[in-house]
C-alpha cells in the first residue's frame, strides 16, 4: 500500500509565503508524475501544478510566476513553494502521484488547508 503524507499547510497573510511538502510511502517501484491540487468549497478539485519524473513542469495560469513545484526523487517526495500568496488562494490543497506498483496507479494524500488572511 502506498501512503501518500501532505505536510506544511497552515494560515498565512496576504503576500505571504508557504510551502507545501508530500511524501510517498510504501512499496514503490518508481513515480512518475507528481502533483498538487486544490479544491474550493462546492467546486471540484482542480491542478495548481505539476511535474514529471524527468523534471518537467506545468502550471494552473492563475499561479505562474508564484508557485514554484519541484521534487526529490531519492525522498519520493514532492514540493509547492507558494509565494505572493493570495486570499483566493484559500483551498485545501491535495497531493498526487502516479506510482508504479508496478503497474500505473494514482494515488491522493489526505490534504491540507491553506488560508490565505487579508
Known amino acids: 500500500q502506498v501512503q501518500l503524507v501532505e505536510s506544511g499547510g497552515g494560515l498565512v497573510q496576504a503576500g505571504g509565503s508557504l510551502r507545501l511538502s508530500c511524501a510517498a510511502s510504501?512499496?514503490?517501484?518508481?513515480?512518475?508524475?507528481m502533483g498538487w491540487y486544490r479544491q474550493f468549497p462546492g467546486k471540484q478539485r482542480e491542478l495548481v501544478a505539476e511535474?514529471?519524473?524527468?523534471?518537467?513542469?506545468r502550471y494552473a495560469d492563475s499561479v505562474k510566476g508564484r508557485f514554484t513545484i519541484s521534487r526529490d526523487n531519492g525522498k519520493n517526495t514532492v514540493y509547492l513553494q507558494m509565494n505572493s500568496l493570495k486570499p483566493e488562494d484559500t483551498a485545501v490543497y491535495y497531493c498526487?502521484?502516479?506510482?508504479?506498483?508496478?503497474?500505473?496507479?494514482?494515488?491522493w494524500g489526505k490534504g491540507t488547508l491553506v488560508t490565505v488572511s487579508s
Open positions: 498526487n502521484a502516479e506510482v508504479m506498483v508496478p503497474k500505473s496507479t494514482d494515488y
Open positions: 510504501g512499496i514503490i517501484f518508481a513515480i512518475n508524475a
Open positions: 511535474i514529471s519524473s524527468g523534471g518537467r513542469t
